[in-house]
Every structure is written in C-alpha cells, then in structure tokens.
C-alpha cells in the first residue's frame, strides 16, 4: 500500500478522519460485538472509497445517516444519553467529511456528484 498517499492526498486526510471516527464509535460503551463487525465492514468500505468507489462512498454515506437518525430517534424515545449523542455526532462528522467537495469530487470524476456552482 502505497503510505505517501495517505500522508500527503487531501481524501486522504478526510478518510483517515472518518477511520478515527469509526474508531470512536467502536469504542462507545454499550454498543457490544457488533460495533467490531461494523468497524471492519466501515474500513474495508473506506479503502474502496480510496479506490475510488462510488459505490463504497454512497454506501458508507448511507449507513451514517441511517446510524444518526436511528440515534436520534433513540435519544427522543429514550432520553438523550451521552453515549447516544456521541453516536449521532460522530456520524454527522462521517458524514460531513464525505460530503466535502474534495471527497466527492474523489469519488464522483464525472461530475456526477459536483454541486451547483461547483466546478
């Protein structure tokens, strides 16, 4: 694996922040075995969007949001508990990282995914 892309490349730098917030969110209390299984279901899908996968990037995008309304919809039911704000926070920052104009740009070259005014 080439390690100067991942030091110097702009998407690189977004990824490895969204690695260390998948990270995070394995390590909230409470969420059990299954945090592990979506830690290493989130890495392989971050080193597809490396790749440049559109595919991986809409996925992980998706699984975010689903993850953050979900907590969201927790909190409402269930009084807002610290490791459930911590979930939902964590998952708009993944979010937000993916939807910065340098990812997307990344993952969508054909302009598929460009915003309006964006070039």
């Known amino acids: 694996m080439n390690t100067t892309w991942w030091r110097t490349h702009p ?3 977004r990824l490895l922040a969204v690695l260390v917030c998948e990270l995070l969110l394995a390590a909230v209390p409470g969420r059990g075995f299954g945090a592990l299984l979506w830690l290493a279901v989130d890495v392989w ?6 790749r440049s996968s ?29 490791s459930v704000l911590a979930v939902v926070g964590l998952n708009v920052a ?7 104009p340098t990812v997307r740009g990344w993952v969508g070259r054909s302009g598929l995914l460009s915003l309006p005014g964006e070039h």
Do not use: K, N, Q
């Open 11 to 13: 998407v690189a730098h």
């Open 45 to 50: 899908l971050v080193t597809r969007v490396r």
């Open 54 to 82: 559109w595919t991986a990037w809409i996925v992980l995008l998706a699984l975010s949001v689903l993850a953050a309304g979900f907590g969201i919809a927790s909190a409402v039911l269930t009084g807002p508990a610290l």
């Open 94 to 100: 993944v979010c937000a990282l993916l939807l910065t």
